[in-house]
């Protein structure tokens, strides 16, 4: 008898814990970008702040210590990754706010700054403004690239080019970047791959009464079956080449509206990912509209026969930069209900046996 409830207890458990079911957690979400420097002002560094963060949140930088590139100041490739060099990594808190600022910023001697990014136009694939990508950057490049790895959505990014109010004073204020960050989000589903979706907003207008800027954006995507790491979402890398292939979202105009608070925003994605897919990369390249606005409201205004996704010949204006997004999933096995119940039947089992055998009883 006590064979026969050995064997009854091994088929329950062996039952209970077969793989049935692929789900996936989110294990990183990563994002490298170009941005333009269009405040019409030198900056002397870039700030991303990550709302609702902490530093242990962080897994990755562009240019940081232990990333496999040089992290050195300047423009020499066999020394450094971009003119400022590794970033700080800061927590902050006020009131009911906390999160963590990136911090890239040049060196001032008390007279002179050692680099800075030169506001102007600028044409790029989106992720070569480093020392390694193939635009010849250099000095008088007019944007840079910046990147960031952590294991958590933030609740708010922010993205600041920091320029000088007073020029030769070293204070350095927040100017402003038109270049939307991604929310994504993974859904787990029982018996299924997880559903992966990412978000973008366009800027908050400047008065609240009216439409805010407006931008054009192309999303291109697509899932690898291994995971991606930071230095993998640059230009020139075959991974970013492949997505690059796959056109997601031709032309989409993103303006935020004051009576709407669902305008402004491309939702993209609500898919399943692939059975094997470990990761699933988005590119995302923004231009600013160079159209027509209503001059009450700043509403954009469509020649006839263009739209929203439809740009006329004018509608397109300067490059904004490009921001390469990815989320490594995590891929589990989840067990069935029905599978849940009979582990709990064995592991019940398990105990009625173990109480019989302490009680002398076969």
Not at 294 to 302: I, L, P, Q, S
Request: hydrophobic share 35%.
């Amino acid at each position: 008898m006590r064979k026969l409830k050995f064997s009854i207890l091994t088929v329950a458990l062996s039952v209970a814990i077969s793989p049935s079911v692929s789900s996936a957690q989110v294990l990183g979400f990563l994002g490298n970008f170009d941005v333009i420097n269009d405040t019409g002002k030198t900056a002397h560094g870039f700030e991303i702040d990550l709302e609702g963060l902490h530093s242990s949140d962080i897994t990755d930088t562009f240019g940081g210590l232990g990333r496999g590139f040089p992290t050195g100041r300047g423009f020499d490739p066999l020394t450094s990754v971009e003119r400022y060099g590794s970033p700080t990594i800061t927590e902050y808190t006020s009131g009911a706010t906390f999160g963590v600022k990136i911090t890239y910023t040049g060196l001032f001697d008390g007279a002179n700054w050692d680099f800075g990014t030169p506001s102007g136009t600028f044409i790029t694939p989106g992720d070569n403004c480093w020392s390694g990508g193939g635009v010849g950057y250099g000095p008088g490049t007019p944007c840079d690239h910046f990147g960031v790895g952590t294991t958590q959505n933030a609740t708010k990014t922010t993205y600041s080019w920091l320029v000088e109010t007073t020029p030769g004073t070293g204070l350095l204020t927040n100017g402003v970047v038109n270049l939307p960050a991604p929310v994504w989000a993974v859904t787990p589903q029982p018996g299924a791959p997880p559903i992966v979706a990412a978000q973008i907003q366009a800027p908050a207008p400047e008065n609240e009464t009216q439409f805010g800027d407006a931008i054009w954006v192309k999303v291109f995507t697509t899932e690898f079956d291994a995971p991606i790491e930071l230095e993998d979402l640059i230009g020139g890398n075959a991974k970013i080449d492949e997505v690059e292939n796959h056109t997601e979202v031709e032309w989409m105009l993103l303006q935020t509206d004051p009576g709407n608070p669902d305008a402004g925003i491309l939702d993209n994605g609500g898919f399943a990912a692939g059975a094997n897919a470990e990761s699933v990369v988005r590119r995302y390249e923004f231009y600013n509209y160079a159209g027509e606005y209503d001059a009450e409201t700043h509403e954009v205004k469509f020649a006839p026969g263009f739209g929203d996704s439809n740009p006329g010949p004018n509608d397109i204006g300067n490059y904004l930069g490009a921001q390469n997004a990815a989320v490594n999933l995590n891929v589990a096995v989840v067990p069935e209900p029905e599978t849940y119940a009979l582990f709990m039947a064995g592991l019940g089992l398990m105990g009625f046996i173990a109480r019989h055998r302490k009680n002398g009883q076969a």
